[in-house]
């Protein structure tokens, strides 16, 4: 027997029991589903619950692995996907009202993948409507409590708003979310969770509702660089369905994920953009530099071509695209669309052919300005979001906290948020590490060795 907790266990430790055969899959699912029975009419976490699917699929890799017919390390693992993200004869909403009965005709190449690999999925997740929002609320269908604040529902997060709580409060080891301007990133930071931005190309994104073609990065959520790292390999790689994806072989993080940070060259933000910043979130992110320090890395300063806020401010390519998606939807006033949503949308139809190509022409000097800037470094380091999570009741939702994490998605870099400090009332704060594309493996890297010299990430809600 394995004196792990099912609950409160990593997926690589998870994985290890199971496949030791000191844990089984049906305990795993068993203690996991108990614990969504109990804690998810407060959380709302879930769109839909797999329970009887999901014990079966336990059963199955229970007898599969006893028999010695393991398909790989992961086989008997739970994990839990955004409601983005098709699974056939499912519904998918994209967390939409409107598309409360829509059911999918084919499985997401990223579900196929870890369905392949044994794992069994528990259920989807809440997300802002189509994507398109950072704070993680949803006017029609619900938006998830945040479980680190038991009294004021606060933002999770956005807008893989409900793999982020459920990830958090122990509903689900981890889980797929997808980044298009910070939605792997922002729940996050508000929800204390370790989770990977991946360069466009390394994911597929087939089967999977869209918002911007262009943009669009389906990555996981976990609660260690660890997991990160073994959930990122287990969906990257070429699909012959997606064309961003052909040619980009997968990429290893194991070679040098515990080699430590000594010998980088990591970049500390210009002094400006600690404008507007909290207080508390400022003083995390220098002790986290100072700690990396201390770890062997130089820490140096880096001139920036732009702002940050010049790249949230470049808004037409995802306007444009998601107006060509849901514009017809937007444009129906029976539609039940939530309203911010529906202005997000609405405003594509404002962009045009002029505006939208000079926008792809302008991204294009930024990435080589930025490259030039940044030659020298292996990463630049940031704070996720400005803030830790806000009350609900003071979200804006014109004001949109993706200024840390928007220009990420716009020059095609990399980035891993992870824990990094915690407020004086117990809120999560967040450090942001951002690496050249396709240099996840650095990402990782750097954020193993901040793990294993701090224990921010341990730390756990009290539910």
Known sequence: MSDIDPVHASAAELARAIRAR??????????????????????????????????????GADRAI????????LHGVPVVLKDLIDLEGRITMGGSAAHRTRRAERTATVARRLIAQGMIVLGKTHTVEFAYGGWGTNQHLGTPWNPWDAEVPRTPGGSS?????????RMAPWGIGTDTGGSVRLPSSFCGLTGLKVTVGRVSTWGIVPLSTTLDSPGPLARTVEDAALLYEAISGPDPLDPT?????????????????????????????????????????????????????????????????????????????????????????????????????????????????????RRAAMKQAYAEATAGIDAL??????????????????HLPSRFTRFGNLLDLCALALPNGFTADGL????????RGYDEATALRIGQAYQQATDWHLRRPAL
């Not at 996991?32 to 329970?51: C, D, H, M, N």
């Not at 006893?66 to 390390?73: F, K, L, N, T």
């Not at 380091?381 to 014109?398: I, K």
């Open 22 to 59: 000191s844990l089984s899959p049906v305990d795993a699912v068993d203690a996991l589903l108990g614990r969504i029975t109990q804690l998810e009419p407060k959380l709302q976490a879930f769109t839909e619950v797999f329970s009887a699917d999901a014990r079966l699929a336990a059963e």
């Open 428 to 435: 999560p704060l967040s450090l942001q590490i951002v690496c």
């Open 161 to 169: 708003s409900g793999t982020g709580v459920a990830v958090a409060a």
């Open 381 to 398: 380091l940031t704070p996720t979001t400005e803030s830790a999570a806000v009350p609900l009741a003071a979200v804006d939702e014109a």
């Open 245 to 361: 994806t052909r040619g980009i072989q997968p990429d290893s993080p194991w070679p040098t994920l515990d080699r430590g940070v000594r010998g980088l060259r990591l970049g500390r933000m210009p002094a400006i953009e600690r404008e507007g910043v909290a207080p508390d979130m400022l003083a995390a992110y220098d002790d986290a530099l100072e700690r990396l320090a201390g770890l062997g890395a130089e820490i140096v300063d880096v001139a920036l071509p732009f702002r940050f806020s010049d790249c949230v401010a470049m808004s037409a390519i995802t306007n444009a695209e998601a107006y060509f998606f849901n514009g017809t939807l937007a444009e129906d006033p029976s539609a039940q669309l939530g309203d911010a949503v529906r202005a997000r949308i609405l405003a594509g139809a404002k962009v045009s052919a002029q505006d939208y190509l000079g926008t792809l022409h």
């Open 66 to 73: 006893r028999s010695g017919h393991a398909v790989g390390p």
